[in-house]
């Protein structure tokens, strides 16, 4: 199965809309790609707190119709990164869209962790409750996005619904990179799966990406890695492997401690 993140950069000095035509060119040049993945609120920037408001849209927004389109267009499944959503009672959610090779709307995740210590995100958004997955032909899809991957029973949650490869968009600041790799290897190890964490590129509100997108496999083996500016990162990944890792090294057996596990929302 072949997996493409596209590292975009945010520009404020760009045009929302031209950002959004941008992508949608770039998801159509991974034609022959099975999945497709982009950062967290790419077309606001996630630390542009003061434009939340005005770029939040519907569900059905023009992010979506883009983006539907160029996943179309491509024959791929889009994870569609994540947008500001403005819900039917007036809430903003961090809503996270994945798309199928028809343009239909497959999944859609409400961020659960919201990331600000009590200001920014955490307080001008609400909190999501679902954990998610996608189910693909060749994989089953856990999603999560930036500030969760810092949170390992939410990926417990979505290996237990079925999950063998958890995808994380991201708005990461560069200052804190190292947890950033780290993190995404601690969690395809714990969970013996595959981790697709793709970041941003660029400066959002004064605050530098850490950029580095990373693929890593269910052994914490980094198949890939991207740079800092603007790239996109494919790679290769077998569909059997983390089953086979799970037989091979059944730590997932011997678990003895945890919550019974969440509802889930699956497609």
Not at 19 to 30: D, S, T
Not at 105 to 110: E, F, I, P, Q, T
Request: proline content about 5%; aromatic content about 6%.
């Amino acid at each position: 199965m072949r997996a493409s993140l596209i590292q975009i950069a945010v520009d404020r000095d760009e045009p929302v809309d031209s950002r959004r035509r941008r992508a949608a060119e770039l998801v159509r040049e991974q034609r022959g790609s099975a999945l497709v993945v982009l950062p967290e609120l790419w077309t606001v920037g996630a630390f542009a707190y003061d434009s939340f408001e005005t770029e939040a849209e519907t569900l059905d927004g023009p992010t979506h119709r883009v983006m539907a389109e160029a996943a179309a267009d491509a024959g791929v499944w889009l994870h569609a990164g994540s947008v500001v959503e403005r819900a039917a009672d007036g809430r903003l959610f961090n809503t996270s869209l994945v798309l199928s090779p028809e343009g239909r709307l497959a999944g859609v995740y409400r961020k659960i962790h919201r990331f600000g210590f009590d200001k920014g995100e955490a307080v001008m958004m609400a909190a999501g409750e679902d954990l998610v997955t996608v189910r693909l032909p060749e994989a089953t899809l856990g999603l999560g996005t930036c500030y969760d991957l810092r949170f390992p029973e939410l990926f417990r949650g979505l290996v237990d619904a079925g999950a063998d490869t958890l995808v994380v968009p991201a708005g990461w600041p560069e200052r804190r990179r190292a947890h950033w790799t780290l993190l995404a290897q601690a969690r395809a190890v714990e969970n013996q799966a595959y981790v697709l964490a793709c970041g941003s590129a660029g400066t959002h509100a004064g605050v530098e990406q850490a950029g580095h997108s990373i693929v890593v496999d269910p052994w914490g083996e980094v198949l890939a890695e991207a740079g800092v500016g603007e790239e996109v990162l494919t790679v290769d990944l077998d569909p059997k492997r983390p089953a086979a890792t799970r037989e091979q090294f059944p730590a997932l057996k011997d678990r003895r401690l945890g919550l019974a596990p969440p509802a889930v929302r699956g497609s």
